[in-house]
């Protein structure tokens, strides 16, 4: 069966300082990935989403960056920081042609 | 711009009880529409997937109609139990296979035993 996994599952950072978010998929190949954002009091926002390795479309411009340097692994990254990157990040995958979207358990970002 | 609406915001009931919860979008041209469940703090469980020419889904309890002339999605929880409670999100699919989904802001239900 299908898993995904998403790390860490909480971190606080300070305005200015760099970030890392990492999910890996298993049980599958070549899916699609996505990254996701919910703020407070907004709905789920999605921020980038991945065809393959490489691949990598923005939805929204933003302080932040994707990059999939493997089949199943997909990763968000940010340089500096902003009190706006606080949410809730969630990393979604589905098989390339279904379109059903299958979501990670969450990391919890706040910045201070 | 495609908007996606759910009501009510949030919903209290006692066990047992059926409950229709609503989600309805601006643009008809859909790919598929997703029901999702979040607990507190957790991430997105898929619960029903209605492609654009299905018009429900059933798994267990619940069951999700899509009438799309009348941009409406309902989903349809019998016999509520306490671990129902839960955020109930809806998500529209516009692109496709790897099209993004634009979600509602949910509905907040509590099953009161």
């Known amino acids: 069966s299908q898993t995904i996994h998403q790390w860490p599952a909480t971190l606080v950072q300070p305005v200015g300082s760099p970030l890392s978010l990492e999910c890996t998929v298993e049980g599958t190949s070549n899916p699609n990935l996505y990254w996701y954002r919910q703020a407070a009091g907004r709905g789920l926002q999605l921020l980038f989403y991945?065809?393959?390795?490489?691949?990598i479309s923005s939805e929204v411009p933003q302080n932040l960056s994707a990059s999939r340097p493997q089949d199943r692994q997909f990763i968000l990254s940010s340089k500096k920081l902003l009190l706006s990157d606080s949410g809730f990040y969630l990393c979604a995958w589905s098989v390339q042609g279904a379109g059903e979207q299958y979501f990670g358990p969450g990391t919890r970002l706040t910045v201070t | 711009k495609q908007e996606v609406t759910q009501i009510p915001a949030a919903l209290s009931v006692p066990e047992g009880e059926n409950l229709v919860l609503n989600c309805s979008f601006t643009?008809?041209?859909?790919?598929?529409l997703q029901w999702f469940r979040q607990d507190p703090g957790k991430g997105l469980t898929s619960l029903l997937l209605i492609q654009s020419s299905q018009r429900e889904q059933t798994s267990g309890r619940l069951n999700a109609s899509l009438d799309k002339s009348s941009g409406r999605s309902t989903l349809y929880i019998a016999a509520s139990q306490p671990g129902d409670s839960a955020t109930y999100l809806c998500?529209?699919?516009?692109?496709?296979?790897?099209?993004?989904?634009?979600f509602g802001k949910g509905t907040k239900l509590s099953v009161k035993p």
């Open positions: 991945s065809v393959g390795i490489g691949q």
């Open positions: 643009d008809s041209a859909i790919y598929n």
């Open positions: 998500a529209l699919n516009y692109g496709g296979s790897q099209g993004n989904l634009i």
